[in-house]
């Protein structure tokens, strides 16, 4: 058994240099993995009452929108960059958090931090019927100009999964907003005159989303030694989703905006009817010895609408935490 628990968890922690091209990232499981902790805990100190703790550690993966919402992260097309996320929490015994992280990658000038979030939330806990988790997470992004910042910047996010039953259903709600820009420069001489000519695209998005799941949770004591606990969760996911993108422009170069705009080439509003978006796999992994952690994750996803790009994906991540 032993033998088995370190190929498994060796093999995904490799998976995480392999990233694909496009589509999500599968991550409708993650705020379960706040129950899955507190179970551990529960099961190491023996005890059936939650206890408050904190939490710090630093995930490697590719994620750049949304921590918990896999149809947000069908929308993010750039998935070649590795992003490290040092992440602080506190996990009150009432089922109140509090987590703050930040995304630091290479976008050609060294690494640095593009952007920050915090997140409040609410677990549930040690109720014997369901997991059920709420969380706001707010995102202050650096640079809106930067291909590589999320234009996400307000994330509602609730899920429930029933337990009663050996694979547990479960669905989870997402509302999502923010913006990002675009901008173009040229320089041009008009009658001798050099000028600087630019066009600067505001997008607006907002966006409804809802994932079904079915999901076992596999959870062993004792795997390596009497203080340590493990847990493996294989779930099936559905994704769908609609969005409305708000589109204006800002420009000095006004006689040729005006004439594209009269023609109908400069779009003002775009709406995506909702629609089942992709279909997906996630094994989340949970190993606990003593104060340390490491989740492991691996996502597997098929998406479903017409794209330039592959339609299927594979996405890997890991987590190695402290908690105190």
Do not use: C
Not at 170 to 191: P, S
Not at 259 to 288: C, H, W
Request: glycine share 8%; charged share 15%; hydrophobic share 40%.
């Amino acid at each position: 058994m032993n033998k088995i628990v370190i190929a498994i968890i060796s093999l995904l922690l490799l998976s995480v240099v392999s990233f694909s091209q496009k589509v999500p990232e599968g991550n409708a499981a993650a705020f379960d993995s706040v129950a899955v902790l507190e179970e551990l805990r529960q099961l190491l100190s023996n005890t059936d009452e939650p206890e408050s703790y904190g939490f710090a550690g630093i995930g490697i993966g590719n994620r750049l929108f949304s921590s918990r919402n896999p149809t947000l992260n069908a929308k993010q097309a750039i998935t070649n960059k590795i992003i490290y996320t040092p992440t602080v929490a506190y996990f009150h015994k009432s089922g109140l958090g509090l987590t703050a992280a930040a995304n630091l990658l290479n976008e050609g000038d060294g690494l640095g931090v593009n952007q920050y979030s915090i997140s409040p939330s609410f677990e549930l806990n040690n109720n014997k019927y369901v997991d059920l988790g709420i969380s706001y997470t707010h995102y202050f992004v650096k640079d809106k100009f930067s291909p590589f910042a999320s234009p996400i910047q307000q994330d509602v996010f609730a899920s429930v999964a029933y337990k009663k039953t050996w694979i547990q259903p479960g669905i989870a709600i997402g509302f999502a907003g923010g913006d990002y820009n675009d901008a173009r420069y040229k320089d041009t001489v008009v009658l001798g005159v050099r000028r600087q000519l630019y066009d600067s695209v505001n997008y607006k998005l907002q966006v409804f989303s809802i994932t079904l799941s079915a999901a076992h949770r596999f959870t062993w004591h004792g795997v390596l030694n009497n203080r340590d606990g493990l847990s493996i969760t294989p779930s099936l996911l559905a994704n769908a989703g609609s969005g409305k993108t708000t589109i204006t422009h800002k420009t000095n170069a006004n006689i040729l905006f005006n004439f594209l705009r009269k023609r109908g080439r400069v779009p003002r509003l775009q709406t995506d009817a909702f629609e089942l978006q992709s279909l997906g796999g996630n094994i989340g992994i949970n190993y606990m010895i003593d104060h340390l952690v490491i989740q492991p994750q691996l996502y597997m996803d098929y998406y479903l609408p017409a794209t330039d790009s592959k339609r299927f994906s594979t996405i890997g991540a890991v987590t190695i935490a402290y908690t105190f």
